[in-house]
Each structure stands twice: as C-alpha cells, then as structure tokens.
C-alpha cells in the first residue's frame, strides 16, 4: 500500500469544523482513500472513504484534490466526542488480488477543545 | 457498538501461562482478523481468515496460535508471552477479505505480560 502523511496532532474548539490533511503524493490511479478514528480505550471505527470525487456521509465529509495526491477529512461540527487518532490509509481495489488490507500510519490526534 | 465483540477486556497473565482471547461477530460476515497495538506504534495486522481458512499470517511469532472455528468466532491462544507482548490486541470483520467493505472493530483486550 501506497505511503499517507499526516500532521502529529491538531486542535479544535467545540461546535467548529476541523479539516484534516493527509498527503498521498504516491496513490495508484485505482487506490481507494479510506478514514479511520480511534477513540480513547476503543478500537478503530471507519468513517468514510472516495476514490476521485468528494463523498459525504453522517459522519463527514471527504475532500479530494483534483490530483489524487492529497485529501482533507472534514468534520463540520466538532463535538468532545469527535477527539480521537484519524488515520487516511490507501486501500487497493479488490481485482488487485490483495488481501482486505488496513495499513495504519501514525495518524492525526484531534484534541477538541469546550 | 456491539457488532463486535471480545473477551476479555483486560488480562494480565505471566510468561508460562497459557491463555485465550475470544471474539465474536454478529454482523455475518466472512472475514476476520487480529491487530496488535502496541504503545507508540501503529496498529499491526497478525492474521487473516477467510470463511475459517487462514490467507495471512503476518509474520507472527509461534506462541501466538490463531484458531477460526467458525465465520462469526476466532481465538487467539497465547502461551510462553515475552513482556514485550504487552499490547492491546484488536479483533475485527468486514464482509469479505478481498472486497473494499470497511472493517468493524471490537473494543480490544488489553494485556499485559508479567
């Protein structure tokens, strides 16, 4: 799996939106881009992924750059419960004959502020 | 969240014991999986199971011994731990090994090797 970069940590006041970068300058044409969160004392939860264009679901939105080589994570409206460890990971499609693969980075730890 | 789960939650045991840790899944799917989640390191994927066959084994140390009996339940039997073994260990399932179906993870057994 292709290599994502994204910043140690960031912050956030409650009720604010927050955007989360990941850089993937080495994505195939056909990798997936897929966001995970930790919450404390939890294991990962999914949360949304695209593959070219922008995507929303109920829990946020996926901003994709024209190049495929960076994308942004946005919450719209940060609660307390939104502070986890947000991971971008690139995923190979399924006719790739990899295995269902999570490779997880470091990721971004959100703190939300009150 | 209660789609997956794992037992224990927590378990302290010392290097000549033998243990297991359990999880199940009552989302029907295919496909199963351990993570190791060691302090300051990103998750690690151990193994992989496919309709109770093993299609990864990530490299693991013998005296973790994984066990698939069944598509909802998988065991990870532990014996002769080492203290560096200490970690939360993740169990999680997704649909199908091969697809792009996210993955749901359990809340983790946090052990502790003594």
């Known amino acids: 799996d292709a290599k994502t970069t994204q910043p140690n940590s960031m912050e956030s006041n409650e009720e604010e939106p927050v955007h989360l970068p990941c850089n993937h300058s080495?994505?195939?044409?056909?990798?997936?881009i897929h966001w995970y969160r930790q919450l404390p004392s939890q294991g990962p939860e999914y949360v949304i992924h695209?593959?070219?264009s922008n995507v929303n679901n109920r829990m946020a939105s996926l901003a994709i750059a024209e190049d495929r080589k960076s994308s942004t994570l946005i919450l719209h409206r940060a609660t307390l419960r939104d502070a986890a460890v947000y991971y971008c990971?690139?995923?190979?499609?399924?006719?790739?004959?990899?295995?269902?693969?999570?490779?997880f980075g470091a990721g971004t730890r959100l703190a939300v502020h009150p | 969240e209660t789609g997956v789960t794992q037992t224990p939650r927590h378990l302290v045991m010392g290097m000549t014991n033998k243990k297991s840790l359990k999880c199940e899944q009552h989302?029907?799917?295919?496909?199963m999986y351990w993570y190791k989640q060691s302090a300051k390191k990103p998750l690690e994927l151990m193994f992989v199971?496919?309709?109770?066959?093993?299609?990864e084994n990530n490299s693991v140390p013998s005296r973790f011994s994984p066990e698939c009996p069944n598509s909802s339940h998988l065991f990870l039997h532990l014996h002769t731990l080492q203290p560096e073994d200490s970690a939360l260990y993740l169990c999680?399932?997704?649909?199908?090994?091969?697809?792009?179906?996210?993955?749901?993870f359990g809340p983790g057994t946090r052990l502790t090797v003594t």
């Open positions: 990971i690139l995923r190979e499609p399924d006719w790739t004959g990899g295995y269902n693969k999570l490779i």
């Open positions: 989302l029907g799917h295919n496909a």
């Open positions: 999680a399932s997704s649909q199908e090994v091969t697809s792009s179906y996210e993955q749901y």
């Open positions: 695209g593959l070219t």
């Open positions: 080495t994505i195939s044409g056909t990798d997936y």
């Open positions: 199971y496919s309709l109770e066959e093993r299609v």
